[in-house]
């Protein structure tokens, strides 16, 4: 079930949608300062927007709503019963996800905003996850996985851990040496030598069981992190904090 904000004026447009999106939760509005006060409170999986309201228009809601500093990747949807192709044009070039014409088929209007829905939170689990060969990391849960040949495996990643393996696969393929990498997961602030790096660089890949070997050192240059399966490695050098 989505949570979705129907933004229309017309009380028999509301039932056809109701009716339409009956298995999800809807929020109505009938207005645009309505509309933004209910944006403010809720999530929204979903808003579907009229183009024609008694305070403005869909456009200029819109621009206002993707004004929300939390909430600007939410898809929006314009409905219109005008079938101008300068209105249509208009409303997908401000960057609307779709355009619906009144009247419609019910369950096309069903099928294009769970479509819409599913596409954008599509993107938003791509953005959030993060990959190399067999490693991949999970940000929204705060979770790191090594994919092995029994399946995956979630690692047990101590904080720094963690933040040095979001680097490394941030920085995939690259040679990386250790003033980049203090520099890149500690930042200026800490007073830390190189030895500290090697100690970190030796417990991560120690912690990535079969994905190990992904992690390289190259003697007297730095670290990398392969973004694919190696059958070889170099093994870093033992390192100890001081």
């Given amino acids: 079930m989505y949570k979705i904000l129907v933004i229309e004026d017309n009380l028999s447009d509301q039932l056809m949608i109701r009716t339409a999106l009956s298995n999800h939760n809807l929020y109505t509005s009938k207005s645009m300062n309505e509309?933004?006060?209910?944006f403010e409170k809720h999530v929204f999986d979903l808003v579907l927007i009229d183009m024609n309201l008694p305070d403005g228009t869909g456009i200029e809601l819109y621009k206002k709503l993707k004004e929300h500093p939390e909430r600007p990747n939410t898809p929006m949807i314009f409905l219109t019963s005008n079938k101008s192709v300068e209105e249509i044009v208009a409303g997908l070039r401000v960057g609307a996800d779709d355009y619906i014409i009144k009247p419609f088929h019910l369950a096309e209007l069903q099928a294009r905003c769970e479509n819409a829905i599913e596409k954008s939170q599509q993107v938003q689990r791509q953005a959030?996850?993060?990959?190399?060969?067999?490693?991949?990391?999970?940000?929204?849960?705060?979770?790191?996985?090594?994919?092995?040949?029994?399946?995956?495996?979630?690692?047990?990643?101590?904080?720094?851990?963690?933040?040095?393996?979001?680097?490394?696969?941030?920085n995939k393929d690259r040679l990386l040496n250790r003033e980049q990498i203090?520099?890149?997961?500690?930042?200026?602030?800490?007073?830390?030598?190189?030895?500290?790096?090697?100690?970190?660089?030796?417990?991560?890949?120690?912690?990535?069981?079969?994905?190990?070997?992904?992690?390289?050192?190259?003697?007297?240059?730095?670290?990398?992190?392969?973004?694919?399966?190696r059958s070889d490695y170099m093994r870093a050098?033992?390192?100890?904090l001081s």
């Avoid at 996850?129 to 495996?153: F, H, Q, S, T, W």
Wanted: aromatic share 6%.
């Fill in 35 to 38: 509309s933004i006060t209910l």
């Fill in 128 to 170: 959030s996850n993060l990959k190399c060969a067999n490693i991949e990391i999970d940000l929204a849960n705060y979770e790191a996985r090594v994919i092995g040949p029994n399946g995956k495996m979630t690692l047990d990643l101590t904080s720094t851990e963690f933040k040095l393996l979001i680097f490394f696969i941030r």
């Fill in 182 to 229: 203090l520099q890149g997961v500690w930042g200026e602030s800490e007073n830390l030598s190189d030895r500290t790096v090697d100690a970190r660089v030796a417990s991560l890949r120690k912690k990535l069981g079969s994905a190990s070997n992904q992690l390289m050192s190259v003697h007297g240059l730095g670290y990398k992190l392969c973004n694919e399966p």
């Fill in 237 to 240: 050098p033992t390192a100890h």
